[in-house]
């Protein structure tokens, strides 16, 4: 185990912080908010605030628990306004041998009874002193569902395992993993709708960013008495930041400032119902009431205009051993409505942040700060403008320059099916000038390209090369009287892995505006079980958009018909591993593009006589509809193709949580012929000959049987022959899907070789 010593954590902080606190400057929240803070774990954001409360020429104090605070005035009474800074999440507890990390959960109860389950096939940072490391949760892939009568369970902590493309446990250890190193969600906040923000711990957020908001001015505060701030750690884990504080500093009255946890919850862990927008919510607890503080806050707002709603809260958890710290009789709690709280699509509203922040500014009789809809300080989904403080450590080693660059093109466009403009439009981007002019669009929105053509007296296979170009998603279609969408799935997929996360509306103009994944009911009470995995499909969920009717959802450019996927980045892993959503079909996608790039446009004059078809297909998720649309059209002219490479994704069973039985082809050990799957299988002797001509030509191959369909079996009907390839992929149709990028240079080498010599 790696030793941390006092000076190293001390170095570790101080050195690699970026502070964004320059003279004054104010707070960076797209910064700050990308530090993860996991319970127990918070001394990055700690030092962080620390000196941020230095920028604005405060004195703060940090304690052996690191919780930071500023004391400004004198006498009585003294006062003590608080916020949390810490996050659920998880901390490495075990490397295994096969390079997983296991995790334990920290709070060790869970939140809520869905917390776990929505960690499962989710990108995840884990946070090493040199910096963050791009992993993965393990999840189960939908294509080899077929295969488990009793599939392991995705809603326990002991199947969660995070995969950062290690092989072994020392490969791991060698990449800077290590045992107590913090895991978080890799989810930066989104803007939903026009001013709502979300994202994992966003309602473990917002109290700090207000208070550290309002501290600008402290100095300028006109209160009597004493004043003091404080960012208390450790508040899942019991409280214990708060007991220390409290402990520390006699106060007559107390301000919590963060997510209000209400006596009862309303519809989607609402308090009282209260939706984003509706103000700031001032909680009153059972014996707070008689000490006159909510209604003081009250009356404030009411005078100032302040929107706000009493509401009958919990009081903050203050645990530990021994006399316990207890809150005076002169308390409040200060947040803002949230949905879905303690989930990655946790949303809240930053209009009332603002309002929440400005009622702080006058409550301490601070000078007005302006901020609004078109000045906001709030906004962390904007790029941050501080240096990143927490690097994500590069360990690749993919050399294929110009297929790295087409492959990230391709993954991180977005066309589900039925939409496929963007992804259409980054292949046209990507073929070099003289393919992309002879390529055409066909009548089902394929993309086509004829490279060669007939020569009297030779007789060689005309060839197509299929690989489809849509991703799942959803589809709008229907906007209720509220304002929130009601949404179909596009593709089989496991909607555990969706719902309750962030997606993105995609809107005709190419513009997106943010949303949440709606859960489904009872999620956030005792005892609540998901459904069967695969019920949820082709059933209808919702998506919050951040408006209360139709009319608001309207004027945000959302119609019926709309699509919306997650949002996407791709993620190096170790070596030449990678992860991101939508590598189906999208690295299929890419390989077509860098063989046509291969075989050049003097084709036709270096081997007179073969005519190859490439053909990017819509709608396979939906029914291999592009593809049969493009196959009836062309046999009907007689133009059917003799030979058909369907390029697709082969779902790999190389994960802790898959049955091995079949589909156990790793990783970088080469592409793979498709030989069976559910739709088509593969003649021997065509699988044999790929496998010739691979090793021939140094290709490395693999061959084998996985799930699911792919386009080859509409073509075997008009007298084709249908062989199928692909390339390995791990935790198919999820977030969270890993390839390498060897196996897909070397589909395109042997797509190349096939071209020129089948």
């Known amino acids: 185990m790696r030793r941390w010593t006092a000076g190293v954590v001390l170095a570790v902080l101080v050195g690699s912080i970026s502070s964004p606190a320059i003279a004054g400057a ?35 104090q940090r304690d052996n628990m690191d919780d930071v605070w500023v004391t400004v005035g004198k006498g009585s009474p003294h006062r003590l306004i608080v916020a949390a800074i810490d996050e659920p999440g998880y901390v490495v507890g075990a490397i295994d041998a096969q390079g997983y990390l296991r995790v334990q959960r920290l709070p060790q109860r869970e939140p809520n009874p869905v917390f776990d389950t929505l960690s499962f096939a989710q990108p995840v940072h884990v946070v090493t002193p040199e910096g963050l490391l791009n992993g993965g949760f393990a999840g189960l892939s939908i294509h080899l569902a077929p295969g488990h009568l009793n599939p392991p369970s995705m809603s326990q902590l002991g199947n969660l395992y995070v995969d950062i493309g290690a092989h072994s ?203 609004s809809a078109s000045r906001d300080p709030f906004n962390a989904a904007r790029t941050p403008s501080a240096e990143d403080n927490q690097p994500v ?98 593709g089989g997929f496991y909607g555990r892995y969706y719902l309750g996360h962030v997606m993105l509306v995609h809107l005709p103009d190419g513009h997106s505006v943010g949303a949440v994944l709606g859960l489904p009911s009872g999620w956030d009470r005792p005892g609540f079980k998901w459904p069967p995995a695969l019920q949820t499909l082709n059933e209808s969920a919702e998506a919050y958009v951040g408006t209360d009717s139709r009319a608001a959802t309207e004027r945000l450019g959302i119609a019926v018909g709309d699509f919306l996927t997650m ?26 593009i860098e063989t046509v790039r291969a075989l050049g446009p003097d084709f036709a004059r270096r081997h007179p006589g073969r005519q190859l078809t490439f053909l990017w297909a819509t709608r396979e998720e939906v029914g291999l509809e592009g593809a049969a649309a493009y196959a009836a059209r062309v046999a009907k002219l007689g133009r059917e193709p003799d030979v058909v490479f369907a390029v697709d994704m082969f779902v790999s069973s190389q994960s802790p949580l898959e049955t091995g039985r079949y589909g156990d082809q790793p990783l970088g050990e080469g592409f793979v012929v498709r030989a069976v799957d559910l739709s088509h299988i593969d003649s021997p002797a065509d699988v044999a000959r790929v496998v010739s001509l691979a090793r021939s030509h140094h290709i490395p191959v693999q061959y084998g049987i996985t799930g699911g369909g792919n386009d080859s079996a509409v073509y075997t009907r008009y007298g084709a022959d249908a062989v199928a390839l692909g390339w390995p992929t791990k935790y198919s149709h999820s977030p969270a899907e890993q390839s390498d990028t060897r196996d897909i240079d070397g589909l395109s080498r042997i797509c190349t070789v096939l071209a020129k010599d089948w």
């Open 26 to 60: 104010p707070p960076d929240f797209a910064a700050l908010s990308r530090i993860v803070a996991v319970s127990g774990y918070e001394q990055r954001l700690s030092a962080a605030i620390s000196a941020q409360l230095q920028g604005q020429g405060l004195r703060p």
């Open 169 to 371: 446990a020392a490969a791991a250890r060698a990449a800077g993993a290590d045992l107590l190193e913090p895991v978080a969600l890799a989810q930066p906040p989104i803007t939903v709708g026009a001013d709502d923000e979300a994202g994992a711990s966003a309602g473990d957020r917002f109290g700090w960013e207000a208070l550290l908001e309002a501290a600008q001015h402290l100095g300028q505060a006109r209160t009597e008495g004493t004043t003091t701030i404080a960012f208390v750690t450790q508040q899942w884990l019991g409280g214990r930041g708060l007991a220390r504080v409290l402990t520390e500093l006699p106060v007559n009255e107390v301000i919590f400032v963060g997510r209000i946890v209400p006596s009862a919850p309303g519809p989607a862990g609402t308090v009282a119902g209260l939706l984003p927008g509706e103000g700031v919510l001032i909680g009153t607890t059972a014996a707070s009431a008689a000490g006159g503080l909510p209604a003081q806050l009250m009356s404030l707002a009411l005078r100032h205009h302040i929107a706000a709603k009493a509401v009958s809260a919990r009081p903050p958890v203050i645990g530990g051993f021994g006399p316990r710290a207890a809150l005076p009789p002169r308390f409040a709690a200060l947040g803002v409505p949230t949905v879905y709280p303690v989930t990655p699509a946790e949303t809240f509203s930053r209009s009332d942040l603002r309002k929440l922040t400005r009622l702080l500014e006058i409550y301490l009789g601070e000078p007005v700060t302006p901020m």
């Open 393 to 490: 450590l590069d360990h690749a080693a993919a050399p294929y320059a110009t297929l790295l660059k087409t492959l990230q093109t391709m993954t991180t466009a977005y066309g589900a099916s039925g939409h496929e403009q963007g992804a259409r439009a980054a292949i046209l981007s990507r073929l070099p000038a003289w393919a992309r002019r002879r390529a055409h669009v066909d009548p089902a929105g394929n993309l086509v390209l004829h490279i060669g053509h007939a020569v009297p007296g030779v007789h060689t296979p005309s060839i197509l090369f299929d690989a489809h170009m849509d991703e799942i998603g959803y589809q709008v279609t229907h906007i209720r009287r509220d304002g929130e969408l009601v949404v179909r799935e596009l």
């Open 567 to 592: 949002p996407k980045t791709y993620r190096p892993l170790l070596g030449a591993h990678f992860e991101v959503r939508s590598i189906d079909d999208r690295a299929g996608d890419t390989a077509l």
